[in-house]
């Protein structure tokens, strides 16, 4: 797959979330608390999310390269949007920002082109699952059953929409006006969840308590990436050292690496089941507005 040592530490994190996943869906099925298969679904949905994301679908040029925003002096990385890569020339051009702010902006922009590719896995879902569910003939209580499974995915669409449409708009500004010095969060996921979290159905009491712990969670996530550079750091010398012949130079950053390596593997982990956790109490919060 040619992945570097962060986006391999990632994979794993993905891959263990999805086993734990599958594995809680089997007890539910054994139980038969899954007969409408939207679990099922949603299952097959992430797995897919997760084969495009690393490039192991089949398709060309299909991965998410997650680097820095500059490699020798050019981006590692296309936006795959013509408005996207037109906010980004702008914003790299305006001299608003410093390097690191353009650092982050980046990453901004890479999360924004991941949930749009994850809308579109998602719609195409949901249009084959329409197109079998117009073919059958005779209605029954399992058609009934399709078509709220249907109304769910449907419903999922829209909210990913909406949070798509906000993060352009937050692009938009941002690219525009340069970062705002007294904006609460800086991580693009912990932003979504403010934003999406400030239209559901929470009280004062539960929004606030929400906003500590996303102030938490994006501890944990600055964490995460603090690991992902010493990582990227220790995997370039542990290739310069196997070129010296140095045997206990070589062991000790073998060490090092592996150390490194294990503690981003547990760090991506905890970041992605917080933030599964996360959504799916804003997700509950924004279907009960609708109710």
Do not use: C
């Amino acid at each position: 797959l040619h992945l570097s040592a962060v986006k391999l530490a990632e994979l794993h994190s993905d891959l263990k979330i999805q086993e734990k996943d599958e594995l809680s869906w089997k007890k539910l099925k054994a139980e038969g608390l899954d007969e409408d298969g939207e679990k099922e679904a949603k299952l097959r949905r992430n797995l897919n999310v997760i084969m495009t994301k690393y490039g192991m679908n089949g398709k060309k040029d299909s991965q998410l390269v997650d680097t820095n925003y500059i490699k020798d002096g050019t981006e590692s990385d296309t936006l795959d949007d013509p408005r996207l890569e037109k906010l980004w020339s702008k914003a790299k051009t305006s001299g608003k920002f410093s390097d690191e702010e353009l650092d982050k902006l980046w990453r901004e922009f890479k999360h924004h082109k991941e949930k749009i590719r994850e809308y579109n896995i998602l719609l195409e879902t949901v249009s084959r699952t329409e197109d079998i569910h117009k073919n059958v003939i005779n209605p029954s209580e399992e058609n009934l059953v399709k078509e709220e499974v249907l109304h769910n995915k449907h419903r999922e669409l829209k909210e990913k929409l909406r949070s798509i449409n906000q993060g352009f708009e937050r692009l938009r500004k941002v690219s525009h006006q340069g970062y705002d010095t007294t904006s609460e969060f800086e991580e693009p996921r912990v932003i979504d969840l403010w934003d999406m979290a400030k239209s559901a159905n929470f009280t004062e009491k539960e929004l606030e308590s929400f906003r500590e712990e996303l102030k938490h969670f994006e501890a944990k996530i600055e964490k995460h990436h603090h690991y992902q550079k010493q990582l990227e750091i220790s995997h370039q010398k542990l290739k310069h050292v196997e070129g010296t012949g140095d045997k206990d130079h070589l062991n000790r950053n073998k060490e090092k690496y592996a150390m490194l390596q294990e503690k981003t593997k547990e760090l991506g982990y905890k970041v992605k089941k917080h933030l599964q956790d996360l959504s799916s109490r804003i997700s509950q919060g924004l279907h009960h507005n609708e109710l």
